[in-house]
């Protein structure tokens, strides 16, 4: 089973400011099958990116993805105030899929 | 608009069973897989599994091996979870959701609570 570590746990962000998240991966993820989601209170993951770097359907250009093999990054560009969120990596490059913890996107 | 409606929450005992539903619509339903992921009080994501719509074959997490069953119903375009043996550390949400590689649709969530 491939692990999944995010960094950092908690990250604090003024709205305005950029951040980058982190997703490091026990073995390498073949294919740069790796998917990022967003998880707000209450409400079931959204998804932002697949493939490490493509953005789903309606997700804005602030999110990117980048990476391959085992070091993976989430960067918002600029947050809004709706971007502070819980943010997950998945891989689905084994037939076991993983999620990574989480990290946490709060208000500075 | 591609829309996955789960069940309504369920309290259940310890060592009993309980069967979610989804309930897929907006899209030809044999067409993508549906996976299964759950989130424990306060906890992240966990995936349990995903089942083939087109041929039924089935993927489950190594820790709900002989627990877990996925189904569908092609007749009605549902998906169906259901897990034996409940323990308090299944009290979760349960999710559905399409595709088996990343999700990009989920169902609104399914809460199951396990009392002794």
């Known amino acids: 089973e491939i692990v999944l570590t995010q960094s950092p746990g908690t990250l604090s962000v003024s709205p305005g400011e950029g951040a980058t998240l982190s997703c490091r991966a026990s073995?390498?993820?073949?294919?740069?099958?790796l998917a990022w989601y967003q998880q707000k209170p209450g409400q079931a993951p959204r998804l932002l990116i697949y493939?490490?770097?493509t953005r789903a359907t309606g997700i804005p250009d602030r999110f990117s993805g980048s990476g391959s093999g085992t070091d993976f990054t989430l960067t918002i560009s600029r947050l809004e105030p709706e971007d502070f969120a819980v943010y997950y990596c998945?891989?689905?490059?084994?037939?076991?899929?993983?999620f990574g913890p989480g990290t946490k996107v709060d208000i500075k | 608009q591609v829309r996955l409606v789960q069940s309504g929450a369920e309290v259940k005992k310890s060592g009993a069973s309980v069967k979610v539903s989804c309930t897929a619509s907006?899209?030809?339903?044999?067409?993508?897989?549906i996976t299964w992921v759950r989130q424990a009080p306060g906890q992240g994501l966990e995936w349990m599994g995903w089942?083939?719509?087109?041929?039924?074959?089935?993927n489950y997490a190594q820790s709900l091996q002989g627990r877990v069953t996925m189904t569908t119903d092609t007749s009605t375009s549902t998906a169906y979870m259901e897990l034996r043996s409940l323990r308090s550390d299944d009290t979760a949400v349960y999710y559905c959701?399409?595709?088996?590689?990343?999700?990009?649709?989920w169902g609104q969530g399914t809460l199951v609570t396990v009392s002794s």
């Open positions: 959701a399409r595709r088996t590689d990343f999700a990009d649709y």
């Open positions: 907006g899209y030809p339903f044999a067409t993508y897989s």
């Open positions: 073995q390498s993820v073949s294919s740069s099958y």
């Open positions: 089942i083939s719509v087109y041929n039924g074959i089935t």
């Open positions: 998945q891989q689905y490059g084994d037939s076991r899929r993983t």
């Open positions: 493939g490490a770097s």
